[in-house]
């Protein structure tokens, strides 16, 4: 009987090891349960980089192009030189700029307008590119500053 109860033991004892040895990866108690056999070393994700991956996918779906990001940069070049410009008229001096700070947050949300029109024009006129001057136009346009469009349409014609 002696040798019966050893053997027991020893058939009780095995799944216990199994499950210590292997910490974290497969033992016989998660095949009852229907898990898959997986490694310790991919235990916890199934492909450890691709976390970092879908992390990166997710952040930079949000950003622009480098391509779109300088022309932007260009495009708000402009538009300081023409809010100075502007500022200039009304009577402020460039050192004063109580009325860029202002208009600069219309103006940042007109950036994008401005790019978005200027394409437009672009692709119906079958034009590679727009000069200045017709862009600077385009935001004294947007500001107020040419009351009438008469001016920016001519502009555009001319350079047909």
């Not at 952040?59 to 708000?76: D, P, T, Y």
């Not at 208009?103 to 200045?132: P, W």
């Not at 017709?134 to 107020?144: C, E, P, S, T, V």
């Amino acid at each position: 009987m002696r040798t019966m109860k050893a053997d027991e033991q020893m058939v009780e004892e095995q799944p216990r090891q199994k499950q210590r040895s292997s910490f974290g990866g497969f033992s016989e108690r998660d095949e009852k349960a229907g898990i898959k056999k997986s490694s310790s070393f991919g235990a916890k994700t199934e492909n450890p980089r691709g976390k970092t991956k879908i992390r990166k996918k997710v952040e930079s779906s949000g950003r622009i192009s480098k391509k779109k990001l300088n022309n932007l940069k260009k495009a708000k070049k402009r538009i300081r030189k023409v809010e100075v410009e502007i500022a200039e008229m009304k009577g402020y001096t460039k050192c004063l700029k109580q009325w860029i700070m202002e208009e600069t947050t219309i103006m940042e949300s007109a950036i994008l307008e401005m790019e978005i029109e200027v394409g437009r024009v672009k692709r119906m006129n079958g034009m590679l590119s727009l000069n200045d001057q017709i862009i600077n136009d385009y935001i004294k346009r947007m500001l107020g500053v040419f009351e009438a469009e008469d001016h920016l349409v001519s502009s555009l014609n001319s350079n047909l």
